[in-house]
């Protein structure tokens, strides 16, 4: 069975200060991998998804990823990083061809003005 | 944004009493999903549905069961709810399985 782990459960980073959430995951077979964002009080909603193709995913708000299959890994990115980023951010996987996602525990990103 | 939508957002209940909760959802969805969220552990997939009538369970489904009689409602029933499902209940639906799921606001449930 899949899993995914997200390394770090809280992350605090400065206004404007580039950061990076990383997430492994373990599948022996092909995967699709998303990244959800959760600000407070609301449910979750998609930032980006990695389907085939381009191993780099743009999604939005300005963030990206990129899907590294050697190392099982899916990290997000962003450049510059604003108050309004501040959220819950979950990976996900789901092996091809499955009806279900795996969520990771989730990091929670603080921007500290 | 797609039309979900969960009822009651909050509730407080007592142990031993049964509790249902509903999702709706606008878009026609193949798929719906219920999960809960709980510190430390992400998001937990308890039931989904891959059509009316058409259900199957995640990785925590014991002491909860659902029903799929309409394309959009879900429902989510704690026949006998416990302290230990305390917790913050999703709704989620979606096309084509795995591809992008929209989720509902939650539902806040506290068991006494």
């Known amino acids: 069975a899949q899993s995914v782990t997200q390394l770090d459960s809280q992350v605090p980073v400065f206004e404007e200060a580039p950061v990076e959430l990383r997430c492994n995951y373990s599948s022996s077979v092909s995967v699709y991998l998303f990244w959800y964002v959760q600000y407070p009080n609301q449910g979750l909603q998609l930032l980006l998804k990695y389907l085939s193709g381009s191993t780099l995913v743009k999604g939005i708000n300005g963030f990206e990823a990129e899907f590294n299959k050697s190392q099982t890994s899916f990290h997000l990115r962003k450049p510059s990083v604003h108050i309004s980023d501040t959220a819950e951010y979950f990976c996900?996987?789901?092996?091809?061809?499955?009806?279900?996602?795996?969520f990771g525990q989730g990091t929670r990103l603080t921007i500290n003005p | 944004d797609a039309g979900i939508t969960q009822s009651p957002r909050h509730k407080v209940t007592e142990t031993g009493t049964p509790v249902t909760l509903r999702c709706h959802q606008t878009e026609n969805h193949r798929y719906m999903y219920w999960y809960r969220q709980d510190p430390g552990h992400g998001l937990r997939l308890i039931h989904y549905?891959?059509?009316?009538?058409?259900?199957d369970k995640g990785e925590v489904s014991d002491g909860y069961s659902v029903s799929r009689s309409k394309t959009e409602d879900f429902l989510l029933t704690l026949e006998s709810a416990t302290s230990s499902q305390t917790s913050v209940y999703f709704c989620?639906?979606?096309?084509?399985?795995?591809?992008?799921?929209?989720f509902g606001p939650g539902t806040r449930l506290t068991v006494t």
């Open positions: 989620a639906s979606g096309w084509q399985g795995p591809d992008e799921q929209y």
């Open positions: 996900a996987v789901s092996l091809q061809g499955a009806q279900k996602l795996v």
């Open positions: 549905s891959y059509g009316v009538k058409d259900t």
